[in-house]
């Protein structure tokens, strides 16, 4: 008689084995999503605390994160931050510009310019010569030299990374 009861009972210790093991990941696995749960609410939290404040006002050249995206703080990057967007200063536009070998020589930091932008005749900007490129370039066959013009006292909505214009510098 006891030869035929141990085989089932080593089939249901082996069973209750398996219960309270299945019952014990269980366990596991509640705690571990409560502390998962609490987890998202300490980040939903800390979202609505935290807030990206850019330096200045500015128009958006370049976005390199998408909304959602998680970036890191200036503290844990070994940088110092990420790019999170590229901005124009309106208060300090600047025109890149290029001038015909010819004439590059003539050019000088400080000359004063009005910058006429194509379609809009009627609207000159001012500006002064601030920074010449020490190399002339030879593209598509035209030697040429670049330069940059800091615009005065122009609205930023007046213009468009992008636009073309022409120069008229006072030599």
């Known amino acids: 008689e006891l030869g035929g009861n141990v085989p089932n009972n ?3 210790a082996k069973e209750m084995s398996n219960v309270i093991e299945r019952k014990t990941e269980l366990n596991d696995n509640e705690m571990n999503m409560k502390l998962n749960q609490l ?21 958006v ?9 998680v970036v ?5 990057s070994v ?3 990420e790019v999170l967007f590229e901005l124009a200063d309106p208060s300090r536009l600047q025109a890149a510009c290029i001038i015909k070998e010819v004439d590059a020589t003539l050019l000088r930091s400080g000359l004063v310019a009005k910058v006429v932008i194509d379609g809009r005749s009627e609207s000159k900007v001012k500006g002064k010569v601030i ?3 020490p190399i002339i370039s030879n593209t598509s066959g035209l030697s040429r030299r ?3 013009i800091e615009l005065e006292n122009v609205a930023a909505s007046q213009l468009l990374p992008g636009m073309n ?7």
């Open 131 to 133: 920074r010449i490129s």
């Open 165 to 171: 214009a022409t120069v008229e510098i006072d030599l």
């Open 39 to 59: 987890d998202l609410k300490t980040i939903e939290v800390q979202i609505r605390k935290s807030s990206i404040i850019a330096p200045m006002n500015g128009i």
């Open 72 to 76: 890191g703080s200036g503290v844990e």
């Open 61 to 69: 050249l370049m976005r390199s994160v998408e909304p959602g995206s």
């Open 10 to 12: 080593a089939r249901y």
């Open 79 to 81: 940088a110092g931050s």
């Open 146 to 148: 670049e330069f940059f």
